[in-house]
């Protein structure tokens, strides 16, 4: 599996933020969002940072974040990226598996474009983040995200990145169309703004007025230490 980095940092986005959590970041993502500048270059641009990339088996990965337990006592650990299920599935698997075992919570943030299998959905929390047009993508497989969100339950989450006013109405035609009535059992929903491009009272306003069970994300780690800031 591809390493981008690991560290300790607290969880600042979704249903987790202020958590203590240990951050696997891989390296590699099937999207680049060209509307706006990812905040994570280093673990998509293959061209710049491959020098920076690791290649680990499981029982590196399993130990580092071992270590980062007995240094720092945190039991939450998020996988992110890049995209988490670019990774070989086999050993992705053979990893949680072990976490698991071992009472480690775990989430992970993905793009939802990829299939996800049986026992990513039993064992992690899921942050899907759906991309909007704003973030210049055009999602070739709308079928897997849709099957995909359709697996989400309330203990999982939706997060809308929001660059402008069309991309709220769009999350707006997707809540309607998709979730509004759809099941009980629904996926939390997010929406924040792309850093420097929209205000979250923008994003809060429009929230109050159509009155929407929706939660505001604002990247609370970018508030906590400068917003390009690596936390290696």
Known sequence: MRLSE???SVQGEGPR?????????????NLKCPGWPCD????????LYRHEWKEWG????YDEIRQVTTDCGIRNVCFTGGEPFLQPQDKFRQLVSQLYARGYEMEVF???????????IYSLRFIMDWKLSGSG?????????MDNASRLTKK?????????????EEAYEVWMKLFVDTKVDLPQFFCGPVWNMMEPDQIVDFILSRKL??????????YIWEASARRT
């Open 137 to 145: 993508e055009t999602i070739e497989h709308l079928g897997v995200v």
């Open 40 to 47: 994570t270059q280093h673990a998509i641009d293959p061209a």
């Open 213 to 222: 069970p929706w939660r505001l994300n604002i990247q609370a780690h970018k």
């Open 17 to 29: 933020v202020g958590v203590p959590t240990i951050f696997v970041r891989f390296a590699g993502c």
């Open 58 to 61: 499981v029982e590196q990965f």
């Open 156 to 168: 999982d989450a939706i997060k809308f990145t929001i660059a402008n006013t069309s991309d709220l």
């Open 110 to 120: 993905t793009n939802g474009t990829l299939p996800w299998q049986s026992w990513a």
């Open 6 to 8: 690991i560290y300790a």
